[in-house]
T-cell receptor
């Protein structure tokens, strides 16, 4: 059974810092991995999707990497801004057509 | 394109009452998911549909929860009777399948259920 963990559970940084969020999964046989952002009281917004054959994906100030063999993914946020404050969730899919298994999330606060 | 639509946004009911949630996925998305998210946790799958067929309902508490997706488009999730521990956000998501490489999931705003 796939299990997903995220470290740290919460993070508080001053504006402008670069930061890394970590996601680990127990079964390396994944189809893809997706990073989401969740604002308080809102649904999930997709940030980046990495297919199992890919090593990384980039979108603006966000860069996500994937190391399947070690069961890890990282989300790198460059030059953080107060607007980046949210909970960040990673989710993995085991095979084509299967559901996504989520981690518990990392709650990020970027202080002005 | 329009996103995943869910209603209602909020619902407060007493325990042992029944409640229903509605979801309309992105047009053309064959796969629809219902997730339950308890405060402070990641979402947990309740049920997954492929068109109007159930792919995975192994974590759905079938004694009180039911879901249907008639005609393979919109879906309803029902709880009857509700318990205090059902208080959570219920998220609906959809994704494009059938040979599409980018099987990205898109989520609705969720329905926040409070059982008192």
């Amino acid at each position: 059974k796939q299990e997903v963990t995220q470290i740290p559970a919460a993070l508080s940084v001053p504006e402008g810092e670069n930061l890394v969020l970590n996601c680990s999964f127990t079964d390396s046989a994944i189809y893809n991995l997706q990073w989401f952002r969740q604002d308080p009281g809102k649904g999930l917004t997709s940030l980046l999707l990495i297919q199992s054959s890919q090593r990384e994906q980039t979108s603006g100030r966000l860069n996500a990497s994937l190391d399947k063999s070690s069961g890890r993914s990282t989300l790198y946020i460059a030059a953080s801004q107060p607007g980046d404050s949210a909970t960040y969730l990673c989710a993995v899919r085991g095979n084509y057509g299967q559901n996504f298994v989520f981690g518990p999330g990392t709650r990020l606060s970027v202080l002005p | 394109e329009a996103g995943v639509a869910q209603s209602p946004r909020y619902k407060i009911i007493e325990k042992r009452q029944s409640v229903a949630f509605w979801c309309n996925p992105i047009s053309g998305h064959a796969t629809l998911y219902w997730y339950q998210q308890i405060l402070g946790q990641g979402p947990k799958l309740l049920i997954q549909f492929q068109n109007n067929g159930v792919v995975d309902d192994s974590q759905l508490p079938k004694d009180r929860f039911s879901a249907e997706r008639l005609k393979g488009v919109d879906s309803t999730l029902k709880i009857q009777p509700a318990k205090l521990e059902d208080s959570a956000v219920y998220l609906c998501a959809s994704s494009l399948e059938f040979g599409q490489r980018t099987t990205e999931a898109f989520f609705g705003q969720g329905t926040r259920l409070t059982v008192v």
